[in-house]
Structure formats: C-alpha cells, structure tokens
C-alpha cells in the first residue's frame, strides 16, 4: 500500500540554523500538508500546498517557515533561524484531489525536531 | 469557528470488553469528521471518515463511529477491545478547507 515517508526520523539542530524536512508524498496525490505537534500539545496545521504554490496557512507559518516541492517527488519544510519552541514533531500529509470535502488526508510518520 | 473536543484524555479498558471514546465538535456547517489512530513512534492513520452519508461509519480493526447532529457528536466504538487497540486516538474536524482541525487526543490503555 503506498504511504507517505519522511526523512528523517530525528533531527537535532542548534538554535539559530535551519533546518530542512523532507517528505515524499503519496505519488498520485496533489495536495500536500505540513502539521505539527509540540509535545503534550494537540496537532496543528501548518500550510497546504497544492499546483506549485501554498493554498492554505495559518498563523502559526510566518516567515521563518517555507515549503517547496524541488522535484516531482519531494516536498520540503524549511525552517530558518530555528528556535527552542520549533522543537515538535513535524508531521507531513498528502491527499488526491477529489474535492475538500471528500479528502482523506495521509500522514507520514513525522520527524521529531530538537532545538537545543 | 469549528473546533472538536474528547472529552476523556485517558481511557482504560479490559481485553475483551467494549471502548467508547466520545468527541463533541462545533461547527456552523456539516462537517468531515475523522478518527485517527497513532501508536507509539508511527504516523497517524484513518480509522474513519464521516462526509454526510450514512451516518453510522465502519472504519478498519472493528472500529465505528456514529454521527449524531442533534448531540453534535462522533463517537468511537468498539465492542471488544484488543492489546494491539492500546494507541492515542484524534477526532478531527474538517470544513471544505485544506486544514484539520485535531482534538487533544484520548490514550487508550488495554488490560489483559
């Protein structure tokens, strides 16, 4: 059964330099999602992307934050000049493009950030 | 707004015995309403998906949730539980737009 992967499972990073996450969607799908966890807290949105460009976003993915598919493949989440509350598990999702409504959104099964 | 509450954060069974897990949305609107399923250092994977058909979903592992508009309310069942259900389980609220919206979660716990 296809699924989404993430690369990688855990990252270590100093305050203050950027990281890179990286997802591989499900193939056949056009719709990609970030999400994040801080830990003991609930899952948030982060930012939808969908024909080369972000859909959706919410306040939480300001201009520390940015996404890009470089190929047809990959999907990225850039975090510069991170910061001790980035730490959080980094969750990335896919989805077909039937309509919203309709959507089943599939999770990967995340990245565990750690700014120290 | 929308927005979706569970209402236990913990819920401990015994093998064999049934499992509910309740969750409350609000929404203006009719919602998609989903639950996950995350076991320990896995993703998070659909159990169920509620879009305005039939109001009573079977999703996988013998797992169903019942929409209910008059209580606004999706609640998890199962009629006998296994060791292998013991995971952290999301209700997730979605309103035609790219984002879910995640309750806080409820941590089942099994007991042989």
């Given at each position: 059964e296809p699924?989404?992967?993430?690369?990688?499972?855990?990252?270590?990073t100093q305050m203050g330099q950027e990281v890179i996450l990286r997802c591989v969607p499900i193939s056949n799908h056009l719709y990609f999602y970030w999400y994040r966890q801080i830990l003991g807290q609930k899952v948030e949105f982060l930012v939808s992307f969908y024909n080369n460009e972000i859909s959706e976003k919410s306040e939480i993915f300001d201009d520390q934050?940015?996404?890009?598919?470089?190929?047809?493949?990959?999907?990225t989440l850039k975090i510069r000049s991170t910061k001790l509350e980035d730490?959080?598990?980094?969750?990335c999702a896919s989805s077909g493009?039937?309509?919203?409504?309709?959507?089943?959104?599939?999770?990967?099964?995340?990245?565990?950030?750690?700014?120290l | 707004a929308q927005s979706v509450t569970q209402l236990d954060s913990h819920v401990s069974v015994s093998e064999g015995t049934p499992v509910l897990l309740r969750c409350n949305y609000s929404s203006s609107y009719s919602p998609s309403l989903f639950w996950y399923v995350q076991h320990p250092n896995k993703g998070l994977q659909l159990l169920l998906k509620y879009t305005s058909a039939a109001t009573l979903v079977k999703g996988i592992n013998g797992f169903e949730a019942e929409f209910k508009k008059s209580e606004t309310s999706f609640h998890l069942t199962k009629p006998s539980a296994h060791m292998s259900d013991a995971a952290e389980y999301f209700c997730v609220v979605s309103l035609n737009t790219d984002k879910l919206i995640f309750g806080t979660g409820t941590r089942l716990q099994v007991f042989p």
């Amino acid at each position: 059964e296809p699924e989404v992967t993430q690369t990688p499972s855990h990252q270590v990073t100093q305050m203050g330099q950027e990281v890179i996450l990286r997802c591989v969607p499900i193939s056949n799908h056009l719709y990609f999602y970030w999400y994040r966890q801080i830990l003991g807290q609930k899952v948030e949105f982060l930012v939808s992307f969908y024909n080369n460009e972000i859909s959706e976003k919410s306040e939480i993915f300001d201009d520390q934050f940015s996404v890009e598919r470089p190929d047809g493949s990959n999907f990225t989440l850039k975090i510069r000049s991170t910061k001790l509350e980035d730490s959080a598990m980094y969750f990335c999702a896919s989805s077909g493009g039937l309509g919203k409504l309709q959507e089943t959104q599939y999770f990967g099964p995340g990245t565990r950030l750690l700014v120290l | 707004a929308q927005s979706v509450t569970q209402l236990d954060s913990h819920v401990s069974v015994s093998e064999g015995t049934p499992v509910l897990l309740r969750c409350n949305y609000s929404s203006s609107y009719s919602p998609s309403l989903f639950w996950y399923v995350q076991h320990p250092n896995k993703g998070l994977q659909l159990l169920l998906k509620y879009t305005s058909a039939a109001t009573l979903v079977k999703g996988i592992n013998g797992f169903e949730a019942e929409f209910k508009k008059s209580e606004t309310s999706f609640h998890l069942t199962k009629p006998s539980a296994h060791m292998s259900d013991a995971a952290e389980y999301f209700c997730v609220v979605s309103l035609n737009t790219d984002k879910l919206i995640f309750g806080t979660g409820t941590r089942l716990q099994v007991f042989p």
